[in-house]
């Protein structure tokens, strides 16, 4: 079970005691927020794309979508997330609970600018009812992103 994949990576951390597992789902970005008790936009939602046909991760806030162009300028090509049924096999967590954490080899991480205007943020844990506070820093360390990315649409409202 991914979760328990995570909570196995985690240990090494000593933060594996941290992941919160819920009775409801927090499978969606509402679901989520609503099982913390948070703002939506504090859901670190990672979406599993491809580049190049090597897949990858991006975390952004959980308010943001995808700017089509911004994606473009950083990866050179059309923005093509991964089908459904690809995610667990290709990325090693099922849809709603895809995390940056204990991922195959092979997968890159990026993160989202988004990210950077909260304190904390929860992203999920492996599974479709987990999830984990960290700091900015802490995601940084514990996803072994890449680099910082700018490749979302700011929320209209």
Known sequence: MSIEKVKEYFKQFNIDSRVLEFNVSSATVELAAQALGCEPERIAKTLSFTVNDEPILIVTAGNRKIDNPKYKAQFHQKAVML???????????????????????????????????????????????????????????????????????????
């Open 83 to 157: 089908k459904f049924d690809e995610v667990e096999e290709k990325i090693g967590h099922a849809v709603g609970g895809v995390c940056p954490f204990a991922i195959n080899d092979g997968v890159t991480v990026y993160l989202d600018e988004s990210l950077r205007n909260y304190e904390t943020v929860f992203p999920a844990c492996g599974s479709s009812n987990s999830a984990v506070e960290l700091t900015i820093p802490e995601l940084e360390k514990y996803s072994g992103y890449k680099e910082w990315i700018d490749v979302c649409k700011i929320p209209e409202n």
